[in-house]
Nanobody, 130 residues
Framework: QLHLVESGGGQVQPGGSLRLSCVAS?????????IGWFRQAPGKEREGIAC????????GYADSVKGRFTVSRDNAKKIVYLQMSNLQPDDTGVYYC??????????????????????WGRGTQVTVSS
């Protein structure tokens, strides 16, 4: 069964950068699943922020992160990355990745419900503060 684990979170100052990783296991090939990135700030609902198609040719970003975050993937290594730059306090939260087994085209970041509930990782904490 597909299992995703996020890592790479931490505490950074405003303007700093982090790269998150989403590592997959329990799957033969990563070429058949889209991956979405989500975050949840304290007291707020989970927000979809980015997605990448199975082959990596299509990506999507929420307006809140567009131009600052970049999603990429290495299917051979079964890893999806979220490079985050110019981080701000509003970016603080727990970051999750999840798999869209239906391979929606284009990929969809705005609707967490389309992502397979059994694939959600436990998340990695990102804290942006001075």
């Amino acid at each position: 069964q597909l299992h995703l684990v996020e890592s790479g979170g931490g505490q950074v100052q405003p303007g700093g950068s982090l790269r998150l990783s989403c590592v997959a296991s329990g799957i033969t090939s990563m070429n058949v699943i889209n991956i979405g990135w989500f975050r949840q700030a304290p007291g707020k609902e989970r927000e979809g922020i980015a997605c990448i198609s199975s082959g990596g040719t299509n990506t999507g970003y929420a307006d809140s992160v567009k131009g600052r975050f970049t999603v990429s993937r290495d299917n051979a290594k079964k890893i999806v990355y979220l490079q985050m730059s110019n981080l701000q306090p509003d970016d603080t939260g727990v970051y999750y990745c999840a798999a869209d087994l239906k391979e929606m085209w284009p990929c969809v970041y705005s609707n967490p419900a389309i992502y397979d509930r059994d694939t959600w990782g436990r998340g990695t904490q990102v804290t942006v503060s001075s």
